[in-house]
C-alpha cells in the first residue's frame, strides 16, 4: 500500500523556520521518475505548489518562494524534508506532500498525503 | 509560468445534473499536459484526470477531461451527491513550474 504522511510543527512563530517531514511507503524515491513535491493550501483558498524532488536528487522551486525554500531527500528513511525560511502569518496553511509517479513531463500527483496545518503566530 | 484561470467560481446544480467547468491557460499547455482534481472538505485533493481526458485509476466515467492548447473542460455527466467539492485544474510539462487554478466550488442548488 502507497501511503505519504506529512509531518512537523503545528505552531510555529513569526521569522521562523519550519520544517516539514514526508514519510512515505509502498515506493522508492530512488526508482526512476518518480518524485515527491510539497503543496500548500492557505485556509479556504487555493492550492499553490511550492517544491519538487526527483529520483535523481535535481530540485526545482517555486519561483515566489525560491529563496525561503529547500528541500531534499533521505532515500533510506524514505522521506523528504521542506525547510521553509522566514516564516509569516501569511505562510499559515495546510501542507501535502504528493507523488509523481511518472517520468517528465508527465509531473500531475496521483497519491497525497493527508496534510498538516502549520499555524504562524506569535 | 503557465496561469490557469477557472470558471465558475461557484457552480450551484442539483444531482442528476450535467456540471461543465472551465480550464482557461494564460498560454498553449504543451501536449494537453493538464490534470483535474477533487478536493472535498477536510481532505487532500485527489486525482481525477490526467493527460486532459485520461481518467486516474478508480475514477467513475461520469467523470471526463477535455480540450486542448488554453482551453479546457471536465465535465460530471449526471452529478452523485459525492461529487460536490471543490475541483483544481493543474498544468505541468511546459517547465518544471507546476500550477494550479484557484478552484471551482461545486455546491448543491
Known amino acids: 500500500q502507497v501511503t505519504l504522511r506529512e509531518s512537523g510543527p503545528a505552531l510555529v512563530k513569526p521569522t521562523q523556520t519550519l520544517t516539514l517531514t514526508c514519510t512515505f511507503s509502498?515506493?522508492?524515491?530512488?526508482?526512476?521518475?518518480?518524485?515527491v513535491s510539497w503543496i500548500r493550501q492557505p485556509p479556504g483558498k487555493a492550492l499553490e505548489w511550492l517544491a519538487l524532488i526527483d529520483w535523481d536528487d535535481d530540485k526545482y522551486y517555486s519561483t515566489s518562494l525560491k529563496t525561503r525554500l529547500t528541500i531534499s531527500k533521505d532515500t533510506s528513511k524514505n522521506q523528504v524534508v521542506l525547510t521553509m525560511t522566514n516564516m509569516d502569518p501569511v505562510d499559515t496553511a495546510t501542507y501535502y506532500c504528493?507523488?509523481?509517479?511518472?517520468?517528465?513531463?508527465?509531473?500531475?500527483?496521483?497519491?497525497w498525503g493527508r496534510g498538516t496545518l502549520v499555524t504562524v503566530s506569535s | 509560468e503557465i496561469v490557469l484561470t477557472q470558471s465558475p467560481g461557484t457552480l450551484s446544480l442539483s444531482p442528476g445534473e450535467r456540471a461543465t467547468l472551465s480550464c482557461r491557460a494564460s498560454?498553449?499547455?504543451?501536449?494537453?499536459?493538464l490534470a483535474w482534481y477533487q478536493q472535498k472538505p477536510g481532505q487532500a485533493p485527489r486525482l481525477l484526470i490526467y493527460g486532459a481526458s485520461s481518467r486516474a485509476t478508480g475514477i467513475p466515467d461520469r467523470f471526463s477531461g477535455s480540450g486542448s492548447g488554453t482551453d479546457f473542460t471536465l465535465t460530471i455527466s449526471r452529478l452523485e451527491p459525492e461529487d460536490f467539492a471543490v475541483y483544481y485544474c493543474q498544468q505541468y510539462g511546459s517547465s518544471p513550474l507546476l500550477t494550479f487554478g484557484q478552484g471551482t466550488k461545486v455546491e448543491i442548488k
Open positions: 509502498g515506493f522508492s524515491l530512488s526508482t526512476s521518475g518518480m518524485c
Open positions: 498560454q498553449s499547455v504543451s501536449s494537453s499536459y
Open positions: 504528493a507523488r509523481i509517479s511518472s517520468s517528465w513531463p508527465n509531473w500531475y500527483f496521483d497519491l
